[in-house]
């Protein structure tokens, strides 16, 4: 079974330049994530999705990153303008057939953003 | 709020040694807990994952405990081996949250 896809893992940008990452989830997976991992820190949740819907972004500075699922599968995150603070791994994750508590996570490798 | 910490931030240990990682919450009304491991450069790797109404899971050289009313969960890892070196996270889900992550153990393992 192919794990979760991401692009590209390496971006370097100057602030107030954008950015986009693509997420592929797991196949079947109903749940997606995206979360952004500052050095030294755990993973915060930036978006959480049902299949198309949107479930939980209270933690998505949405005047500047911006995500979409369209058709329930792959998914997008835009950074626009991209500040200093923004330099992080930017991690999608997907979960289970139904989602909901109890499903194991499954990580991505990461998409790796240096905002200069 | 649930707050998750994580203790030591690293710990350097000799080949064989066995070893504790320790997580603590705050908040002792949890669905799960999990363990991941991430190594340099890539993405988080579940280990394990206990329900609340578990007090372990094993597996192999890995044994991960909860004592939900504590608050407190270890990751025992048995006769260490350096390909053990990474990074071990903890994480709690609440139910109606998302997932809480500590900052991690970094964990070196010297042969």
């Known amino acids: 079974e192919a794990g979760v896809a991401q692009s590209p893992r390496y971006k370097i940008i100057e602030k107030r330049q954008s950015v986009a990452f693509w997420c592929n989830p797991i196949?079947?997976?109903?749940?997606l994530y995206w979360y952004q991992q500052i050095l030294g820190q755990g993973p915060k949740l930036l978006i959480q999705f049902q299949n198309n819907g949107v479930v939980d972004d209270s933690q998505l500075p949405k005047d500047r990153f911006s995500a979409e699922r369209l058709k329930g599968v792959d998914s997008t995150l835009k950074i626009q303008p991209a500040k200093l603070e923004d330099s992080a791994v930017y991690l999608c994750a997907s979960s289970g057939r139904t989602g909901g508590s109890g499903n194991t996570i499954y990580f991505g490798e990461g998409s790796w953003l240096t905002v200069v | 709020k649930q707050e998750v910490t994580q203790i030591p931030a690293a710990l350097s240990v000799p080949e064989g040694e066995n070893l504790v990682l320790n997580c603590s919450f705050t908040d002792s009304a949890i669905y799960n807990l999990q363990w991941f491991r991430q190594d340099p450069g890539k993405g988080l790797t579940s280990l394990l994952l206990i329900q609340s109404s578990q007090r372990e899971q094993t597996s192999g050289r890995l044994n991960a405990s909860l004592d939900k009313s504590s608050g407190r969960s270890t990751l025992y890892i048995a006769a260490s081996q350096p390909g053990d070196s990474a990074t071990y996270l903890c994480?709690?889900?609440?139910?109606?949250?998302?997932?809480?992550f500590g900052k991690g153990t970094r964990l070196s393992v010297i042969a």
């Open positions: 196949s079947g997976h109903a749940t």
């Open positions: 994480a709690v889900d609440s139910g109606n949250t998302p997932l809480v």
